[in-house]
Every structure is written in C-alpha cells, then in structure tokens.
C-alpha cells in the first residue's frame, strides 16, 4: 500500500471525483493541503480576495455545466465563518460545492487555540454533511461520503474540516483503486408517472411549472419533448428558465409577486392544473396561497420526499429526480399519441401566446437620466442567445428577470432562495472560469457591486474576461421600494458628492475608478442612446485584454419596478405599460396593438 500524507489523499480524491479547479485562499492551518495541491498538480487553484468570494465562485462553477462541483478551501476560524454565506447560497439552490476548511490541532481544539472555531456545528444547517475529520486514516472515506452525498438526492454543499495534524499524518491509502460511490437518486415509477398523466389529461387548461431541479438533473430537453408531446405551455421558475428558450411557442412567461411576466400570471391565473417538476412553490413565486392554488389541482414531483407538502398539500406528489420522472412521462405521453389518445390543447396553448403579444411591460425609453427598462431593452440587443447571464437579488435583478431573454438552461444563473449582496462578482468569475469559451454577462446594482467588488481584481489576475452591466441609481432600490408601505425612505440612499469626483455629482462611488484601480476596463453611460455602442466596446475590451469590463448605467435615481406585495393577481404596474410595438421592440412575441 502507498503511504502518503492525509492531506494528500484528500488531493488524490479530489481529482478521482472530476475535479480540476478550486477556488481559496491558503493559511495556516491549511498550508499541507495546499503543498499536496501544489506537489499533486492536476488541479488549477484561483486565489480569490475573500473567502466569501471563494465559495460564491464555486457556486459559479457548479452551476455551469453538469456534473461539476465546485471547492472552496480556507483556514480556519473565520475563513470557514466567512464561507457560511456561500454554503447557505448553495444549500438553498440545491448546489453542491464542497467547502474544505483547515483547523487547529485536534489537542488544542476545546483549549481555545487562535482561529479553532467549531466550524463544523456552524455549518451544520446549511449543509448536508459538515464534519471535523479526527482521525487520519477516516479522511478518505469521509471525502467519498462527502461527494456521495452532495451529488444523491436533493443536491447541495457539504463542509469537510481538517485539522492541522490530521493533515500531516501519514496513512495508507491507494489512489489507484479509489472508486466513487453509486449517487442515489429516487425514481418514479411507471404507475406514479400514468396516474400524474392522466389527472393532466382531464383537465382543460393544464400548466407545467418547471423549477431549478429540472436543470439540476440536465433535463431540460426532455421537459421540452414532453410539453411539445402534450400541448401544455410551461411556466419556468427564476431558477427554472431556460429549461425551454423563451421564444418558444410553449413558453407561458414567468410566475410571481417580482420576477414574473403580465403574461404568465394572467395565463395562470386561468388555468386548473398544475404539474411542478423540481420546484419548491417558493413564495416570491407563489405569493398568496389562497390565489395560487383556488381551483387549481396540484402534481409535485420533487427529488426530496420532504419538499413535498412543505409549502401546501399538492394533489398528488411523487418523490423522484427530474430526469427520471420526465423519462416516464414522455415515454407515456408517446404512447398516448401512438395510440391517438392525446388531447389536443392548441387552443389553450395560443391563448397563453396571445396574452403575451398583448400584457407586456414598456422598455422604449429616452429619458436622461436612464429609466432602468431602457438598459435591459439595449442588453437584449447586444447579447446573444448563447449568453450566461448571472444575478443575485435587486431591483436590477428584478427588472432583468422581466425584461430579458434566456433561451438555454444554465443561461441565467441566479442565486434564488439566500439572495446575498455581493455575490454577483465571484459567482460570475466561477462561471467564466468553468466556460470560457461563452460570454458571459453579469447584472447588478450599485450596492451588490460594492459589496465584492475587490474580487475584481481576482479576474484581472487569472484574466477571466467577462461583462459586468452596473446600474446605478446610489440607492438601495428594493428596500427603499419595500419602505414604501412604512411611508418611510430611510437609511437607503447612497447619494454623496465625491470630493475627488465632482462630475458625478451625488452618485458618490466612482465605480470606473475603482474597477480601473482593481485591474480592470469599465465605461460610464450617462445617455440611453449611447448604451448599444458601449455594451459593444466591452465586449471588445474583455477580448482584448481577457479582464472584467464594466460599463456603468447611470440611471434616475428613483424607479420603482412592478411587483406585489401579496397576490399575483394584485401585481403593481407603476411606469405605463406598452401599447405599441415600439414601447417594447425587443419583446419575444411582437406587441399587438
């Protein structure tokens, strides 16, 4: 048997489990998993600016392609507090990363040593697993459970914490004949599938909701055949879309109290069935139960046994991965076409298209300065269909969620149910780490851009080129608009004359300045007619010298973006709606007057 340090098998299986890349920052008591990195190889390492960051581009990275995972090490102490953050991101969105932390010695860990923290109690409830290893010779097969757990059933993070002598010791391990575990994934069966079926087939206006567990499971392409079989227009989740593009004939819009269409609402509104495949009836997307669910019968397939009834009582719900149940569904909803059997829902599916060519939100605007429709509106223009979109929360998320187009799965990646400021920056670099060949596009508003933005820095170093689209108002937008009902505007505007920036007048921070100082290219646009020409300069920019380019939109200081605070039914439209095509030129489906 070969004999090998503790730290350096953790390294081996690493690399036995696929990975290739992770993200950290080294320390004390992490130095000997980072020498076995280093003596390894096979496993490129981004040194991020803050340990937060680290875990947000990990996320990133998992989120790109199937099957990655991404790994965010530190130290200990507050290297494994900073990544709380990420892993409670990770956990909410059903994302596994793995978190590998160092630690004080194992005698010194009730003695209150520097930085020994029980990181492991800490993480436990935003994790599936988080476990100081105390034993040597346990840390391969706890490294394998980790990867057996982050990938089996509802996905999501795991914490493995070392401490330093643990690390040192010598064990016998055997790369060679190391094997990952089998991943458990529950699975519908051929009876579950027929009776979910055939309560859609007696209804008359049925809906699929498609959630972020459709991609999780890379089924996207069977959700499509599956609506194409049967008729029914779908309603992708914030963390379902893209798993059909938006400009197919099928798409029902988005659902919710924010991030919805005029369209997807008043279309479900409408309907009396529901089938939701990998979703968790979040509430910004359900809002009031009593709305969503009045005359409504409900189907939720769902990976985890426990998320089923957690929100409501569905109907009828089955415990299976996406992928598998929607194997069985459309290998049955070809039987029935076989056999004739299917009913035809073309009329319900093009009333479903004719609410879309007729409730749509205005983003043709000239005002200076710019309303925030405008820049989504010139975003859809400049960015193609193969663009990775990534956001976090905001109103600039909101807006975007509304207002562009995601037309492939993993095309907008979101962090949904956590939500943290700052987390735009890393994520998008994680992302553009794990496809550069992609553009990739990030979105976000002056306070999220803050809250990171020296990981900057971090893509000027490893040249990770990507586009980040800032739009500024100096205010927290969101919150200041959820003031409102408190008859309140307080301790959310961010407006300052900068005294080494008086062209900006009150919007304080000089974001060009800051991003040029972190190594990187940004352009400020003041005018919506100069938008096109600067979201085309980034693009250059970022090919050019492979570093983030930021281009600023400074926008009113004052919008509010249509939302409810209750019912999808009682969504507020506050800017007028469009009523010509020209109000909204880069709708999907063309406005009828």
């Known amino acids: 048997m070969a004999r090998m340090t503790a730290a350096r ?16 920052v080294p320390g004390a008591a992490i130095n000997p998993f980072y020498a076995a990195l280093k003596a390894s190889g096979g496993i490129q390492h981004t040194l991020a600016r803050h340990v937060e960051g680290a875990s947000h581009m990990a996320e990133g990275y998992t989120r790109t392609h199937p099957g990655n995972i991404g790994v965010c090490v530190g130290t200990s102490g507050p290297a494994g507090t900073d990544m709380i953050t990420g892993l409670y991101s990770a956990s909410g969105d059903s994302i596994p990363i793995l978190c590998i932390t160092g630690q004080a010695p194992t005698a010194r860990l009730h003695k209150e040593d520097f930085q020994a923290v029980d990181i492991a109690a800490i993480a436990g409830p935003v994790t599936k697993m988080a476990v100081t290893v105390l034993e040597p010779a346990q840390v391969p097969g706890v490294l394998q459970q980790a990867f057996h757990l982050m990938r089996s059933g509802r996905p999501g993070p795991v914490l493995v914490d070392l401490p330093l002598d643990v690390q040192l010791a010598e064990i016998e391990f055997d790369p060679e004949t190391y094997e990952p575990l089998p991943v458990y994934k529950p699975a519908a069966t051929r009876a579950q599938a027929a009776k979910a079926l055939a ?12 959630g972020g567990g459709v991609i999780n499971a890379d089924a996207a392409d069977l959700l499509t055949e599956f609506a194409e079989l049967t008729g029914v227009p779908v309603v992708p989740t914030l963390m379902g879309w893209g798993t059909l593009p938006d400009d197919h004939p099928l798409n029902a819009g988005m659902v919710g109290l924010q991030t919805s269409h005029r369209y997807g609402n008043a279309t479900f509104l409408e309907s009396d069935f529901v089938l939701g495949i990998g979703n968790r009836w979040a509430n910004r997307h359900t809002g009031g139960l009593d709305v969503y669910t009045e005359g409504r019968t409900f189907v939720h397939v769902d990976v985890e046994p426990t998320q089923i009834g957690r929100v409501f009582a569905p109907d009828y719900g ?47 605007f000239d005002d200076i300065p710019i309303k925030p429709q405008r820049v989504y509106e010139e975003m859809n223009r400049a960015f193609g269909p193969e663009t990775r979109y990534v956001s976090t929360i905001g109103l600039s998320q909101i807006a975007g ?3 562009l187009h ?5 095309h907008w990646i979101n962090c949904g149910q956590a939500g943290p400021l700052g987390w735009t920056v890393p994520a998008a670099l994680g992302v553009a780490v794990a496809d550069p060949t992609t553009p990739v596009v990030a979105l976000s508003g002056d306070y999220d851009f803050q809250f990171m933005i020296e990981e900057l820095a971090v893509g000027a170093q490893h040249r990770i080129p990507y586009v980040h ?17 408190f008859d309140i505007d307080f301790q959310v505007n961010l407006e300052f004359e900068n005294i080494n920036a008086p062209e900006l007048g009150v919007y304080g921070v000089d974001h060009v300045k800051v991003a040029e100082g972190l190594g990187c290219k940004a352009l400020r646009v003041t005018d919506p ?14 090919e050019e010298f492979r570093v983030p380019v930021v281009v600023e939109a400074v926008l009113e200081r004052v919008t509010n973006i249509a939302m409810s605070g209750s019912d999808i039914d009682k969504v507020n439209e506050f800017e007028e709606l469009a009523t010509e095509p020209g109000h909204a030129p880069t709708a999907v489906v063309p406005l009828k007057g």
Request: net charge positive; proline share 3%.
């Open 9 to 24: 098998a953790a390294v081996e299986i690493l690399k036995r489990e696929g990975v290739s890349r992770a993200f950290g």
């Open 199 to 210: 309560m859609l087939q007696a209804s008359e206006r049925p809906l699929i909701v498609a």
């Open 318 to 364: 089955i415990a299976s991965d996406a992928r598998a149940a929607l194997e069985l569904f459309v290998a049955l909803a070809r039987e029935q076409r076989d056999a004739g059997t299917l009913p035809d829902r073309s009329a319900w599916a093009e009333s479903a298209q004719e609410r879309r060519a007729t409730l749509q939100r205005r983003t043709h």
């Open 401 to 403: 969620a509304q207002m």
């Open 406 to 410: 995601v037309y492939r799965p993993r």
């Open 469 to 485: 689209v800032l739009v500024n108002n100096a205010y927290l937008g969101l919150i200041r608009q959820a003031q409102r009902n």
């Open 529 to 542: 007619a100069d938008l096109a020409g600067a979201f085309a300069e980034a693009r250059k920019l970022a």
